[in-house]
């Protein structure tokens, strides 16, 4: 039942249609109560830059989040992110965004991240450092911007 409910999440993402956003809306809530650590990969999966409904598809990552505890629920995420980075990077930066914010997930990420096969750890630093020199770039009025950080 549960990888069927993943299969319609994944299937409506895009919410082009009010179809699509009801299917999409209703089945993350019925996921809500039966989703653990190991759907963390495929929740990730779920989120696509070309999406219609932003603020829906955030909830995707607010139920991932709530199973964040363990070791392995971090290495899910870390897949999840390699996954998706190449065609949903800006669904990548809100993840890292979000990790490097908060001091447990930050410890964790940092305990396993170089664990990770050459290419992951590759791909997922690049955009680290594209996020690190995004905040340091100042705006045109000198000061630095601290609004981008999530």
């Not at 759907?39 to 999966?45: G, P, W």
């Not at 050459?118 to 705006?139: F, G, H, T």
């Amino acid at each position: 039942m549960k990888e069927s409910l993943l299969k319609r999440l994944f299937e409506s993402r895009l919410m082009t249609t009010d179809e699509e956003f009801e299917t999409f809306d209703s089945t993350l809530d019925e996921l809500c109560d039966i989703v653990k650590e190991d759907d963390i990969r495929a929740l990730v999966n779920i989120l696509d830059d070309n999406t219609t409904e932003f603020e829906v598809m955030f909830r995707v990552i607010h139920v991932y989040e709530s199973l964040l505890k363990s070791k392995f629920s971090y290495e899910q995420l870390i897949l999840g992110i390699n996954d998706i980075i190449a065609i949903s990077p800006e669904w990548s930066r809100i993840i890292l965004y979000r990790i490097l914010n908060h001091e447990y997930s930050r410890i964790m990420f940092k305990n396993i991240f170089m664990e990770f096969d050459k290419n992951a750890v590759n791909n997922i630093s690049q955009l680290m450092i594209e996020i690190s020199l995004q905040r340091a770039e100042p705006p045109r009025g000198g000061k630095p911007d601290q609004s981008r950080c999530l």
